[in-house]
């Protein structure tokens, strides 16, 4: 696993797990409304990162099927998070590729939909937004104001 | 015609410390549910060679529950100019100490200062930087509150008018500011985001410096905007306020929609559940008020808007927007003391959600 790779799926897994931590109203009802359904996320060449939320922490794995397969580069995934695109403009565009059964996908957007919003109450995750744009991923969160993600 | 004595500089540098602190006004009424909320908010005009605005705001949101008193202090800078850029940042208390009383607020490494009868801005953040001396050019209007129902209520004072100099770097460029026209104003008090609340607030202070007019208006309403809660238009001549107009005095209209592409968002993953570019920010906006002596009329056009995405305290799935809204303004009419026709580039904020 390439150091790029292994950072994001940690990154990844601090992001669920801050949520989970510091906005669990949210994070409950993002596992209610994904289920069993699995996730598996390809970004640039890192290997496939796979969500499931019936078990763990940890709930991000090395994985190679999910029921939502979702491909897109580092550079389109770094454009959603500056709010520079939408998910809806990704997938039409063909920046953001999607395959899954219709009623898997929506069951997963409200889920994200969920997580979002547990996200921008959760006071923690603005520096580990900020550290997703350091370089080298692995950046220390700032001492002074973080970015509100 | 009245004439009116402008107030002299020693009479502001010695009010405005003592009306525009911190309230930091924490009581029983405060909890998680409904947290004290305060802020500062500074408006500058970028010269007419380079038209834009920048929007500084300090806002400190404290709560009581039984794990104790908690503090959190957010730092938003914004900029339009060709394009909106800005950032929001978060600090404890301990990166961000609030004294009582007093104006002076470090964030990081950006304060805001109060010094011989200016403010003193320091902005330091990734989307800008700024350092600014704003020198207001009349006394603060008493605090003002409305009643929100149910013991919540926002209060607050205005600077409607202050001279800025200093420079601001928008990403490469720096642009430097003498004698531009400057907003503050300071609001404080205990309500909950997303409760049936919403607002339009703007301002028009001329291109020239020396045109000694300015206009102020404000609207609180239900969040349907059905119900008016409060609106008021204060105008002021060279720093001295000139009249108020209040409630049946005034009428307000909003017309069309502001449209365009999906708005610059703070913060930005906030975009990702509001990825249509509706905002409830209108086309145009007017307002007319009458008294037995005086007459305002204002005329606003939408040019271009950001959206502020603010989480609900009611609704946790749900957010509260504000959309600060670059445009041009007019405001013409006549007072006991002169007739007035001012325009400009400004900012009106549209609170919906």
Known sequence: MDSGGQSLSTQLEDALAIVAREAPLHFARMRRQVGELTALIRVGEAPPMKLLFTEGPPWVRPGATGSVEVSLSRADLARLLRGELTIDEGIVSGAVQVRSQVDHLLRWFDGLASWLHGALRSPSLPALHHQFFSTGQTTPVRPKGNLTC | MTTLLPPGPGAIARAVPRIDGWRCAVDARTTPATTFKEWMHFCVALP???????????????????????RQCRLIAMAIRDHWRGSIETFSPNTAPVRPGAIDIDLGDSSVRWRDGAFELEVRCEALSARLRLSPVSLPTVATRVSLGGGQGIEWVVLPR???????DLGDQRITLRRALG?????????????????EWGFVNPVDADDPWTAVFVRISDGARIRTLSQAALLWHEGSLVTTFQDRQIRMDLGGIHGGQRPFTLPAAASLLMPGASSGVPAHFSLEAHSQSDDLFVQFASLSKARVAIPSDVDPFRLVVLNETFGHARAHGKTSVGSFDISGLTMMEFVRG
């Open chain 2, 183 to 199: 907003y503050h104003d300071h609001n404080w008090g205990h309500f909950r985001w997303g409760n049936d609340l919403a607002w």
């Open chain 2, 48 to 70: 007419r060679e380079t038209p834009g605005h920048l929007l500084i705001n300090v806002n400190v949101t404290e709560c009581r529950s039984p794990a104790g008193h908690q």
């Open chain 2, 162 to 168: 202050l001279e800025v100099t200093g420079w601001i």
